[in-house]
């Protein structure tokens, strides 16, 4: 591999090789390791590069595959991901790379003494996520995980408006975020995409775990989920492109979660139902709130008229941002290391999406319902068993697109 170099920062001082990072107990910045550079690990480099994340600087990156991007000045090349976790060039590793490879990257890092920063999902499986969370040994270092949608201003405030009670008890969800909408193209272009074996799941496993991270963050996890699910249904693939999953939560509530990435127009629209009235958040940037003056349980048992409603009003809530998202997740995990701040996406907290998309799927395969805490075991050996049995042949083409479509990406 040809690696040309650039000029960077002159004053930029690199602590010396194999010094380990506990040994710098005043530590300025942060010098990052970055794990496969392809659509998502080149963004993040773009953003540190450009300076949008002070405190981080990038001090070895790592592609055992593709080309990497140029080298600036006091960045380390590397092909092999175990030579750079061990190189006492960084502090921390930041892991872009398909989604099995996670957890086996993510233990070595965290078992060498690295802070971990790990896209989503964390892992593809349960038993994976177990394994990689129980690696987090020494809770010094930090551990996160790139959910860069909690960073949102919109679902923070529906967060808040749930966990303050202004809602009231929540009766019913509906989520379709069927705006994920992929080309046939974009699944050739990457040979790890659409296959049990390489991506370990479809919509459900690399978009929903936004959306399934932040359903779990403002709902809790629901004991009951049944999934109906087509797998290659608008793409020449062999996992799931279409979902529709309903869930049953103990206390009665019920939720239903569809998703698609072959619907166009989608649509990202959540309603909850509530005691005190209806939500409505649309594309994740508007709230709308129609507000029962009483709640409906009490209006329904003490109202003397058969037909009668609850008076209810319309309110529109404003939210000022769409939030800092990739940065704001790579500021914080820098702060959480550099200055003891709390973290917004733990990465233990990554194991619940996880579970929801591995229950949806597992109930589709079984054509049963799932009970929660589900079967990490079961759902591993079945998933192995579809990748080992597979004989799905994938059309695969060199990618000719640009960084402005991947930009697109982000819905
Ligand atoms: N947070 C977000 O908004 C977001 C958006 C897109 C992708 N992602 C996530 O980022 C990750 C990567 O997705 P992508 O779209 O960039 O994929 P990609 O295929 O474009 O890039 C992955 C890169 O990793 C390299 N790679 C694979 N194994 C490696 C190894 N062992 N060592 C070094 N390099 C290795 C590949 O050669 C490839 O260049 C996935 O987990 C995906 O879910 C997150």
């Known amino acids: 591999m040809t690696i040309p170099r650039q000029k960077w920062n002159p004053d930029f ?32 480099l773009n953003n540190i ?6 405190g981080m600087r990038v001090t070895a990156l790592c592609e055992s595959v593709g080309t990497l991007p140029a080298l600036l000045d006091g960045e380390h090349p590397f092909t092999d991901v175990s030579a750079m976790i061990h190189s006492g060039h960084i502090d921390a ?28 999902p964390i892992s593809v499986h349960k038993a994976d996520c177990e394994r990689l969370i129980a ?53 050739a272009t990457g040979g790890w995409r659409g296959t049990w074996k390489g991506e370990g799941g479809g919509v459900l496993m690399n978009q929903c775990p936004h959306n399934l991270d932040l359903f779990q963050w403002l709902f809790g996890m629901p004991q009951k989920v049944r999934g109906f699910c ?30 698609s990435t072959g619907e166009a127009p989608g649509v990202n629209k959540l309603e909850i139902s509530a005691e005190n009235g209806r939500l409505t958040v649309v594309d994740g940037t508007t709230i709308h709130f129609q507000r029962n003056r009483q709640p409906m349980s009490e209006f329904c048992m003490t109202a003397e008229a058969a037909f009668a409603m609850p008076e209810s009003w319309s309110i529109q809530i404003p939210v000022d941002s769409t939030g800092g998202q990739h940065v704001e997740i790579l500021q914080n995990f820098t702060n959480a290391i550099l200055k003891g701040e709390k973290l917004l996406s733990p990465a233990a907290e990554g194991i619940h999406s996880v579970e929801l998309a591995n229950s949806i799927l597992l109930s589709a395969w079984t054509d049963a319902t799932i009970e929660l805490p589900m079967s990490a075991a079961e759902y591993e050996r079945i998933l192995i068993e579809k990748g080992e049995a597979s004989t799905f042949k994938k059309t695969v083409v060199k990618a000719k697109a640009s960084a402005d479509d991947f930009a697109k990406s982000f819905r």
């Open 13 to 44: 001082h690199l602590d010396p090789p194999n010094q380990p990072a506990s040994l710098h107990p005043t530590m300025e910045i942060v010098r990052l390791g970055i794990v496969g550079l392809g659509n998502m690990g080149k963004a993040h």
């Open 49 to 54: 590069r450009t300076g949008k994340v002070p």
């Open 93 to 120: 590793i930041l892991i872009c790379t398909p989604h099995f490879s996670h957890t086996t990257i993510g233990i070595e890092a965290l078992t060498a003494g690295l802070h971990v920063l790990v896209e989503k």
């Open 135 to 187: 690696a987090h040994t020494n809770k010094e270092k930090v551990f996160a995980a790139m959910f860069n949608m909690r960073t949102n201003a919109t679902f923070k405030k529906v967060k808040d408006l749930i966990d303050s009670g202004e809602l009231g008890q929540v009766r019913r969800i509906h989520w379709e975020v069927t705006n994920w909408f992929r080309t046939n193209y974009y699944y």
């Open 230 to 259: 087509q797998f290659g249904r608008f793409h020449e693939i062999e996992v799931e492109d279409d979902v529709t999953a309903v869930m049953q939560y103990d206390n009665g509530t019920t939720a239903t979660f569809v998703t």
